[in-house]
């Protein structure tokens, strides 16, 4: 199977990013008045999984669709991951920026010094750059919270 890409709805951003801290190409529709349908259609011109709470979305040839009930984030992720057969791989984790869902690059590590709080600087051993929104990414406590949170929930 090809790697999936995803696409959600509005309702689901907080599992949107999540899925793209594991590496998955995850996008998020963001807030806005765009209907049900539109959304559709983008997933479908992308090639994307539509991700959706409303299970009242009239289903679109060519574009995989699941219905997300579940409340909690972790059985939102384990519902998508179970769907696919995908088996998250941790080596991807935190290779795409959470806000925008690019690809992150490295950052050359004597500017990237200069853009972040002298206590990273003491700590940071790598740094990565968001190509598309410019966010610095370094290694260090947030990376290791978020691992443990991915370790609670049982990835
Ligand atoms: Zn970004």
Known sequence: ?????FFADCMLGKLAKWLALMGYDS???GAGE????ELVGEAKKEGRIFLTRDGKIPDVRG???IVIKEKRLEEQLRRVLRELGLKPDRRRFFTRCAACNAVLEPAPREE???AVPPRVREH???FFRCPACARLYWSGTHVENTLKKMEQMGF
């Not at 199977?1 to 890409?5: D, N, S, T, V």
């Not at 765009?34 to 349908?37: I, Y």
């Open 34 to 37: 765009r209907g049900d349908l």
């Open 112 to 114: 990237a010094l200069k």
């Open 124 to 126: 940071a051993v790598e």
């Open 1 to 5: 199977m090809a790697e999936p890409k």
């Open 27 to 29: 996008r998020f529709a």
């Open 63 to 65: 574009v995989r669709k």
